[in-house]
């Protein structure tokens, strides 16, 4: 089953195009990689898939909805915004800067969407996320507000606000990138355990031996155009263009 289908997204600033017909799939339990250049558009992409960019032209549907948007009488219309955060509520988002609430503590940042999106009780939501945040291996830590932990902590409570709400793909902005290399280790490490549950991730990062470890499938980004994709090994070990072969020997060199 396609979890998510984003078909011909096209998407500019002003006179900068940033997507130029890009299409992705990532079916049920597969692993999807977004690589490239700074300024490819990763980031851009992943923040249409979310709805937190609308696009200019294309389609973005998950679990066979449109994000955003309705067709009606073959025309698309936005949502209203109630259907609009429905529709946002099944899609996880992790950003390369955390963005937790800073009054709140590590329980409660991720108790919050279950309680006031899912609608769960006090109670429920608070154990789902000390049972979640057990996971992450931050026991210990739920009554620590994010300016008392480090990065890698506020990625991992970031992680469990986003598995709080049971989504049906998880996106991952450059998760590790903002992270000192022993935190990013922390972070990677829960990375890899969603991997091996086999839950539904498009992930864009730099860090190549993390794709080779967890990615079913790369697909290789310049741009805003894909240049490339294919299953993991493949295209990593023997690209198809000389782009791809320059990226990951500088990436990797
Ligand atoms: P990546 O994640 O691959 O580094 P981004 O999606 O962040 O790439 O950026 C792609 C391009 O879009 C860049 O040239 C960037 O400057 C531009 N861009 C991103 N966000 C905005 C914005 N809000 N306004 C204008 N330009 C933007």
Known sequence: MIKLSAR??????GDVAVLKDVTVEVADGEIVALIG?????????LRCVNNLETVDSGHIA????????REVDGCLEPLPDREAS????????????FHLFRHMTARDNVAYGPREVLGESTAAARGKALSLLDRMGLTGREHHYPHELS??????????RALAMDPSILLLDEPTSALDPELRVEVANVIRELARDRRTMLIATHDIPLVEEIADRVVFLVDGRIVEEGPAAKLLHEPGHDRTRAFLARMTG
């Open 37 to 45: 250049p700074s300024g490819a558009g990763k980031s851009t992409f």
């Open 62 to 69: 998950v679990d066979g909805e449109l994000v955003g948007y």
């Open 151 to 160: 990065g890698g902590q506020q990625q991992r409570v970031a992680i469990a």
């Open 86 to 97: 429905r529709r946002r509520a099944r899609i996880g988002f992790v950003f390369q800067h």
């Open 8 to 13: 011909g997204v096209v998407k500019s600033y």
